[in-house]
C-alpha cells in the first residue's frame, strides 16, 4: 500500500468509522448524486490526485472529470473538477476529499505569494520543518507546486546546527570539528544569532549561514563580510512584508514556517445535485 493510499484509509476512517448514518438512512437505493467543485477564491491548486483518491478508494464506481491540474493559478469561481456516482459514496469521500484539497492548495497558494514577492532575485523560498505530523511529505510536494524549495524531509537528511544546538554545545569552532569528524565531506549549516557566531562561522569554514532574526540592515553586512565563502539563508520571523527586503540584501533562502505552519485553507465549495 502506498503512503498516500495508508493516509487516506487512515482519514476516511476517522470520519466515517462505521458508516454515514444520515446518508445510508436516506438513500439505500441507488439514488446517484452529481458534484461541482467550485474554486471560491484565487490561488493555486494542490493536491488534486490526492482528492480524486479519495472517491476512488471509497468507490470504483465513481467517475471524476477533472477541468484543471495541480500548478495551476485558480479564479473565484471557476470549476475544478466534475465527480458523479452513487450518492452514498460521494457523500461518504467528499469531507475527507475536501481536508487534504484545501489543506495543500493552502499551502501552494501561500508558497506562491513568498515566491511572487522575490521575484527577479536570485534568493529562492525554503519550506522548514514545521508541518503536520503525519502530513509532511504532502505539505513538502504543496511548497513545491506553489513554487517553493523543500529541502529536509528530516533530521536524517542534513547537518543543521540550531540555537538548541548551540546552547547545549561548547562553541562554534568545537561543533563543527565534531560534525567534520563524524560526517567527512558532509555539508554543515550552522545557525547564527549575532555578527560574533558569524565571524566564528566563516573562520570554521561552514557551508550555509542560517542568520537567525536578522534585520534586513544587519544581513547586508553581514553579506559583506561573507564575501560568497558560504551560502546565506534567512530564518526566523520573516513574512510577505520583509521578504522582499531580505531578498534584496543578497541573500541566497529565505526559509519561511508560515508556507506550512497555521496555514489557512483555500476556500473550496463541493456544491452536490441529482
Known amino acids: 500500500m502506498s503512503a498516500v493510499d495508508k493516509l487516506i484509509k487512515e482519514a476516511l476512517a476517522e470520519d466515517v468509522g462505521d458508516g454515514d448514518l444520515t446518508s445510508e438512512s436516506l438513500f439505500p437505493g441507488k ?10 477564491e484565487e490561488g493555486v491548486l494542490a493536491g488534486l490526485p490526492i482528492f480524486k483518491r479519495v472517491f476512488e478508494l471509497v468507490d ?10 495541480d500548478g495551476m493559478a485558480l479564479a473565484g469561481g471557476q ?8 450518492a452514498v459514496s460521494v457523500l461518504r469521500a467528499e469531507r475527507t476529499a475536501l481536508n487534504f ?7 501552494a497558494s501561500q508558497t506562491a505569494k513568498f515566491a511572487n514577492a522575490v521575484k527577479g532575485t536570485k534568493t529562492r523560498i525554503l519550506d522548514t ?11 513538502k510536494y504543496a511548497v513545491e507546486v506553489g513554487g517553493g524549495v ?3 524531509k528530516g533530521l536524517a537528511d542534513r547537518l543543521v546546527v540550531t540555537e538548541s544546538h548551540l546552547a547545549l554545545s561548547e562553541g562554534v569552532p568545537n561543533i563543527v570539528r565534531q ?17 560574533q557566531e558569524l565571524d566564528q562561522a566563516l573562520m570554521s569554514k561552514v557551508n550555509v549561514l542560517l542568520l537567525e532574526n536578522f534585520p534586513p540592515g544587519q544581513v547586508r553586512q553581514a553579506i559583506a563580510l561573507v564575501q560568497g565563502r558560504a551560502k546565506v539563508e534567512i530564518t ?7 521578504a522582499r527586503a531580505y531578498a534584496l540584501a543578497g541573500v541566497d533562502y529565505i526559509s519561511v514556517s508560515q508556507l506550512t505552519q497555521s496555514v489557512k485553507a483555500f476556500d473550496f465549495s463541493f456544491r452536490v445535485s441529482r
Not at 439514488?31 to 471560491?40: D, P, Q, S, T, Y
Open 236 to 242: 526566523g520571523k520573516v513574512g510577505l512584508d520583509n
Open 129 to 139: 520543518r514545521r508541518t503536520t505530523p503525519g502530513l509532511r511529505f504532502l505539505e
Open 31 to 40: 439514488v446517484k448524486a452529481r458534484g461541482k467543485l467550485i474554486a471560491n
Open 60 to 69: 470504483k464506481n465513481i467517475t471524476f472529470e477533472p477541468r484543471a491540474t
Open 179 to 195: 560534525l567534520r569528524k563524524a560526517h567527512p565531506g558532509k555539508r554543515i549549516e550552522l545557525t547564527v544569532t549575532n555578527m
Open 101 to 107: 484539497l484545501q489543506l495543500l492548495s493552502g499551502i
Open 150 to 152: 523543500s529541502v529536509q
Open 79 to 86: 470549476l475544478v473538477a466534475r465527480i458523479s456516482g452513487p
